[in-house]
């Protein structure tokens, strides 16, 4: 069975990369150039506001090298997780990245676009039938929570994308997907075996970031065989070691073995890793089993008010050694002034110097810093969430104050606590999103809730 091969420039479309490694990669004659474009790793923000947390500039950049390279190789190019969140809006994002360049550039060709929006009324649906499960740590879904969802999309597998190559698509733009899937597609369509390449797509998800030393802004390359696949780096200053690839097979995992994904999970019990070259790994052993029956992963958020934070320091020995007691103080100060006029809000102040970045784990196991070690400074990021902004701005700007001219036993100045490195204090951050839906609905055909659109594109 002859290889597959596949390129994967870059960890996240718009993440970049060197053009060099790109040349390199396109000189193994590729059969698809395949990247992911997205994450909830930035969490819900993206998601609900309909924004992308890549650049329009350093998208177009890479495209640039990709959509042509490809044209003239006569393979596709596969993009998954569109503008980010992989939602209505970020997938008219890339679209409109996509057009502009082909008119820039003179560019025809068929493109696929792929929706993965799951309306509010199909989860309701789902609800009501008992078909929904939750993610763990995700609660039981309630109504409310989907009603109150702004957004929510469903994670497709390689199903969709099979079909919109089977139309003959030259560019493919996949809304939310499973990130190996847009690396999987080909490889599961032409017959090669699903965990194999599955498991591959798992590496060049995040291109040479499984290399050592890893880069997300750099290319890697791999190709899929009967009973394998290999994967490589494209730049001598780095290689693929077994250690780099199995540590990448180990990422984002919960459970070693076990990797659940659209259409069941891939087994990696008995998976071989052999360093074949220098620069080179050959894996053999994975195994895709599937799930009966099939489920859809649902992500969807909802409006969690509007924000407003401060960033400010201290080196004052005494203000610290007192933090704890000087925060609660403030925070009842905040309270006593605006409970029960100004609507419910949140005020955290963030302690960065003393568990500003681990702290909030202290629940989940991780240990807390030492509460004997003399850190010399603290960073204080006060974050309010209120229900408009004008509430939120209210909170921080008391809190702010308060901390600022705070009356603690044995202070000395009295001119002022923190030290301000911008000016205005103050960064009105707007509305803000929490995850309402995280969870596993129902689904036994593949294609049923994403939509697949054939245009042409350019001239």
Same mark, same amino acid.
């Given at each position: 069975m002859k290889e597959l091969c596949i390129l994967s420039p870059t960890a996240i479309l718009g993440y970049g990369f060197p053009e060099a490694s790109f040349i390199e990669g396109m000189k193994h004659k590729p059969d698809v150039i395949a990247v992911d474009a997205g994450s909830t790793d930035p969490g819900p923000?993206?998601?609900?506001?309909?924004?992308?947390f890549t650049d329009h500039n350093a998208v177009m950049r890479d495209l640039s090298f990709m959509i042509p390279a490809a044209l003239e190789a006569k393979i596709p190019v596969i993009i998954g997780t569109a503008g980010g969140s992989g939602a209505k809006p970020h997938l008219d994002w890339q679209v409109d990245i996509i057009e502009e360049l082909a008119k820039t550039k003179n560019?025809?060709?068929?493109?696929?676009?792929?929706?993965?929006?799951?309306?509010q009324e199909t989860v309701l649906t789902k609800l009501k039938e008992g078909k929904i499960l939750p993610l763990h740590p995700a609660p039981e879904l309630k109504e409310q929570d989907i009603i109150d969802s702004v957004q929510i999309v469903g994670q497709m597998g390689?199903?969709?994308?099979?079909?919109?190559?089977?139309?003959?698509?030259?560019?493919?733009?996949?809304?939310?997907?499973?990130?190996?899937?847009?690396?999987?597609?080909?490889?599961?369509?032409?017959?090669?075996?699903?965990?194999?390449?599955?498991?591959?797509?798992?590496?060049?998800?995040?291109?040479?970031i499984a290399a050592s030393p890893g880069s997300g802004s750099d290319c890697m390359i791999g190709w899929v065989g009967e009973d394998y696949f290999r994967v490589d780096t494209l730049s001598s200053a780095r290689k693929c070691t077994v250690k780099s690839v199995a540590a990448h097979t180990l990422y984002e995992k919960t459970n070693p073995y076990i990797l659940p994904g659209p259409g069941g999970v891939l087994n990696l019990t008995n998976t071989v890793f052999t360093q074949e070259?220098?620069?080179?790994?050959?894996?053999?052993?994975?195994?895709?089993?599937?799930?009966?029956?099939?489920?859809?992963?649902?992500?969807?958020?909802?409006?969690?008010?509007?924000?407003?934070?401060? /960033?400010? @320091?201290?080196? *004052?020995? =005494?203000?610290? &050694?007192?933090?704890?007691? !000087? /925060?609660? @103080?403030?925070? *009842?100060? =905040?309270?006593? &002034?605006?409970?029960?006029? !100004?609507?419910?809000?949140?005020? *955290?102040?963030?302690?960065?110097?003393?568990?500003?970045?681990?702290?909030i784990f202290e629940a989940g196991g991780f240990?807390?810093?030492?509460?004997?070690?003399?850190?010399?400074?603290?960073?204080?990021?006060?974050?309010?969430?209120?229900?408009?902004?004008?509430?939120?701005?209210?909170?921080?700007?008391?809190?702010?104050?308060?901390?600022?001219?705070?009356?603690?036993?044995?202070?000395?100045s009295t001119a002022g606590n923190l030290a301000f490195p911008f000016s205005p204090s103050d960064f009105k951050v707007g509305e803000v999103f929490e995850f309402s839906i995280y969870h596993l609905m129902e689904a036994p055909e593949p294609l049923e809730h994403f939509k697949v659109e054939i245009r042409?594109?350019?001239k």
């Amino acid at each position: 069975m002859k290889e597959l091969c596949i390129l994967s420039p870059t960890a996240i479309l718009g993440y970049g990369f060197p053009e060099a490694s790109f040349i390199e990669g396109m000189k193994h004659k590729p059969d698809v150039i395949a990247v992911d474009a997205g994450s909830t790793d930035p969490g819900p923000y993206y998601l609900g506001a309909g924004l992308s947390f890549t650049d329009h500039n350093a998208v177009m950049r890479d495209l640039s090298f990709m959509i042509p390279a490809a044209l003239e190789a006569k393979i596709p190019v596969i993009i998954g997780t569109a503008g980010g969140s992989g939602a209505k809006p970020h997938l008219d994002w890339q679209v409109d990245i996509i057009e502009e360049l082909a008119k820039t550039k003179n560019l025809s060709f068929k493109m696929a676009v792929i929706s993965s929006d799951v309306s509010q009324e199909t989860v309701l649906t789902k609800l009501k039938e008992g078909k929904i499960l939750p993610l763990h740590p995700a609660p039981e879904l309630k109504e409310q929570d989907i009603i109150d969802s702004v957004q929510i999309v469903g994670q497709m597998g390689v199903e969709p994308i099979i079909y919109a190559l089977e139309e003959g698509a030259d560019v493919i733009v996949a809304g939310r997907a499973y990130d190996p899937a847009v690396f999987a597609a080909l490889a599961v369509k032409n017959g090669y075996d699903r965990g194999l390449s599955t498991h591959l797509g798992k590496i060049l998800e995040c291109a040479a970031i499984a290399a050592s030393p890893g880069s997300g802004s750099d290319c890697m390359i791999g190709w899929v065989g009967e009973d394998y696949f290999r994967v490589d780096t494209l730049s001598s200053a780095r290689k693929c070691t077994v250690k780099s690839v199995a540590a990448h097979t180990l990422y984002e995992k919960t459970n070693p073995y076990i990797l659940p994904g659209p259409g069941g999970v891939l087994n990696l019990t008995n998976t071989v890793f052999t360093q074949e070259t220098d620069s080179a790994v050959k894996v053999t052993g994975s195994v895709f089993e599937p799930s009966n029956p099939n489920y859809v992963k649902l992500e969807g958020v909802k409006s969690a008010g509007f924000r407003t934070v401060s /960033i400010c @320091a201290t080196a *004052d020995p =005494v203000m610290m &050694n007192q933090i704890d007691n !000087i /925060i609660a @103080a403030v925070k *009842d100060r =905040v309270k006593s &002034n605006f409970a029960g006029s !100004i609507g419910d809000f949140k005020l *955290d102040f963030k302690i960065y110097g003393r568990n500003g970045v681990m702290g909030i784990f202290e629940a989940g196991g991780f240990p807390q810093a030492n509460q004997d070690s003399k850190p010399h400074e603290f960073c204080f990021i006060i974050d309010a969430v209120a229900p408009t902004q004008e509430a939120a701005n209210t909170i921080c700007s008391f809190a702010r104050s308060t901390l600022l001219h705070y009356g603690y036993e044995g202070r000395i100045s009295t001119a002022g606590n923190l030290a301000f490195p911008f000016s205005p204090s103050d960064f009105k951050v707007g509305e803000v999103f929490e995850f309402s839906i995280y969870h596993l609905m129902e689904a036994p055909e593949p294609l049923e809730h994403f939509k697949v659109e054939i245009r042409r594109c350019g001239k």
